[in-house]
């Protein structure tokens, strides 16, 4: 008896993290659905609310003379009350990118810290920079891991239609690649922008490099549940 119960331990001890696991991918899988939808809802209406004709072209005109861009507190303002934000989320623990292997910057229409509280408890923030509408989601709230891009942390952004949509890779670099872009290496005397670019080249989504921005496209492949790095996996069964 003695013998069984011990196998059995060793079995569950073996299987249980395993399942436990993929009930957490699961229950982050539904979260980011959710979310995207509750987003994609918000939009239409903030769109509808504010009944400006070209909608992305209008509220990423940049004004050079006064360095700004004119209507990004209009737009953030009427999203914000259409969402019915909650509060303030604040970070304790830094999020990571999608491999871990380096701390989480996104700057391009997107932050990896959202700071308003949705009614749900999920973080969000519209972010509207670089030319973009962005909205950076953290499905369970801050400083609730896994704490990552492409895990819990997910970027969409409004296209050329108006709509809003996930984000996804235009190409994702191997690390020898990167390290090859110029102004990769501080010392090369490149600005904090010029460095932050290359965190972010290709809006990535791999486990091949380790770019700050590692993560910003993941969002497309999550809701197609299709691995970035092999299309035969399943996203949630892929992750790093």
């Not at 239409?44 to 050079?64: H, W």
């Not at 989504?205 to 993941?218: D, S, V």
Request: hydrophobic share 35%; charged share 20%; glycine share 6%.
């Amino acid at each position: 008896m003695l013998i069984t119960l011990g196998v059995i331990g060793v079995v569950a001890a073996l299987t249980l993290p395993s399942v436990i696991q993929k009930y957490q991918h699961k229950v982050l899988a539904s979260q980011l659905k959710k979310a995207a939808s509750i987003h994609s809802q918000a939009m239409l209406q903030t769109k509808n609310s504010l009944g400006v004709a070209d909608f992305k072209k209008t509220f990423v005109e940049y004004d050079k003379a006064n360095n700004s861009f004119p209507y990004r507190e209009l737009l953030i303002d009427e999203y914000n009350k259409i969402m019915k934000v909650a509060g303030k989320c604040t970070y304790t623990i830094s999020p990571r990118n999608y491999n871990n292997t380096n701390d989480a910057y996104m700057d391009i229409g997107a932050t990896a810290k959202p700071k308003y509280l949705a009614p749900d408890g999920s973080c969000f923030q519209l972010v509207l920079n670089a030319g973009t509408i962005g909205i950076t989601v953290d499905v369970n709230g801050a400083n609730k891991r896994p704490n990552k891009l492409g895990h819990d942390i997910f970027l969409f952004y409004v296209d050329d239609n108006d709509f809003l949509v996930p984000m996804k890779t235009t190409n994702n670099l191997t690390q020898d690649e990167v390290d090859a872009l110029p102004n990769r290496d501080p010392s090369s005397g490149a600005s904090a922008s010029q460095i932050a670019g290359v965190e972010q080249r290709g809006y990535p989504c791999t486990t091949k490099n380790n770019q700050k921005g590692n993560g910003m496209g993941c969002a497309w492949y999550a809701l197609q549940d299709i691995c970035p790095d092999d299309p035969t996996k399943k996203y949630w069964e892929c992750l790093p």
